[in-house]
């Protein structure tokens, strides 16, 4: 299919992408790699009347590492992939590891951050680490900048906390992830994830103190689980048993549609389990391993 008509905008600056934004009003979308959107527009399930292309706005292409790690909107997944590599070791390789997953080399070429942040996909390995490691999604509007902490930026199935004449122009991750990891099953690698998983542990002298674990693909928006900060908490070393029983708390509280679960829920329940323990047990033991 081809998409329904629409008007097509270029801007030059983050100033020019807002205002046009407002000046379009609420049917106005923005484009940057497109690889989200133009597929929802050709299938018709998108029908913006305005399009506009910030494309073109290089001064959001980049990676910053000074007290925070701060990632321009039109930063690609393979910039961070290979071109910003050494600037996410010491602390914060789970960020470039992750981009292993997300879709094929073209799609990696062109998707951008601040889109896959902003389509707000519940499997998207960008939603899940910005969960996970308390990112910040800094946006600008024509009243000026605002900082939404990624835990209240996903309001739903493709629905954020965005305003219409706003756009992502950054996401800042506040502290090092030494201890991380982040793991999934598709169907066809490069497919969207069934379910996804994400650990993220505090070790000291190799026992952990603490620990957080994010799932998509369980929920409408990405979810920190509650069950897993008991018990990691104080937990000792890493073990397979400890692992296992940390992913039965998780597992005994997740709550899945019945209908809409593919596979059945005693398979997800399962799927998720295994993914659980493959993420704490990588996570413990390196600065980062890829899954």
């Given at each position: 299919m081809k998409p329904a008509a629409f008007q097509y905008h270029r801007?030059?600056?983050?100033?020019?992408a807002v205002d046009l934004l407002s000046e379009l009003g609420e049917d106005a979308k923005i484009i940057a790699g497109g690889q989200s959107l133009v597929a929802m527009m050709?299938?018709?399930?998108?029908?913006?009347?305005?399009?506009?292309?910030?494309?073109?706005?290089?001064?959001?292409?980049?990676?910053?590492?000074?007290?925070?790690?701060?990632i321009g909107a039109l930063t690609t997944h393979h910039d961070v992939e290979r071109r910003f590599k050494s600037v996410l070791s010491d602390g914060y390789t789970v960020i470039g590891d992750a981009m292993q997953w997300v879709g094929h080399l073209p799609i990696r070429t062109r998707g951008t951050i601040g889109g896959s942040i902003a389509h707000a996909d519940a499997t998207a390995e960008w939603c899940?680490?910005?969960?996970?490691?308390?990112?910040?999604?800094?946006?600008?509007?024509?009243?000026?900048?605002?900082?939404?902490?990624?835990?209240?930026?996903?309001?739903?199935?493709?629905?954020?906390?965005?305003?219409?004449?706003?756009m992502i122009i950054a996401v800042r991750f506040p502290r090092p992830a030494p201890?991380?990891?982040?793991?999934e099953y598709a169907q066809r690698h490069g497919d969207f994830a069934v379910v996804a998983a994400a650990a993220d542990l505090d070790v000291a002298?190799?026992?952990v103190v603490s620990g957080r674990v994010a799932l998509g693909g369980v929920a409408p928006v990405p979810i920190v689980?509650?069950?897993?900060?008991?018990?990691?908490?104080?937990?000792?070393p890493m073990t397979p048993d400890l692992a296992k029983r940390c992913a039965d708390?998780?597992?005994?509280?997740?709550?899945?549609?019945?209908?809409?679960?593919?596979?059945?829920?005693?398979?997800?329940?399962?799927?998720?389990?295994?993914?659980?323990?493959?993420?704490?047990?990588?996570?413990a033991v390196t600065e980062s391993v890829a899954a």
């Open positions: 801007a030059h600056s983050v100033a020019q050709n299938f018709r399930l998108a029908r913006p009347a305005s399009l506009v292309d910030v494309s073109g706005i290089a001064d959001l292409r980049y990676v910053d590492r000074g007290q925070t790690l701060t899940l680490l910005a969960v996970l490691l308390d990112a910040d999604i800094v946006v600008a509007s024509p009243r000026g900048e605002r900082t939404i902490a990624a835990s209240d930026f996903f309001f739903g199935l493709y629905t954020t906390a965005l305003e219409y004449d706003e201890h991380a990891a982040l793991t002298d190799g026992e689980c509650d069950a897993a900060r008991a018990s990691l908490e104080f937990a000792g708390g998780i597992v005994a509280e997740l709550e899945f549609d019945e209908v809409a679960a593919a596979g059945g829920t005693e398979y997800l329940r399962g799927l998720t389990h295994h993914l659980v323990v493959t993420a704490l047990l990588r996570a």
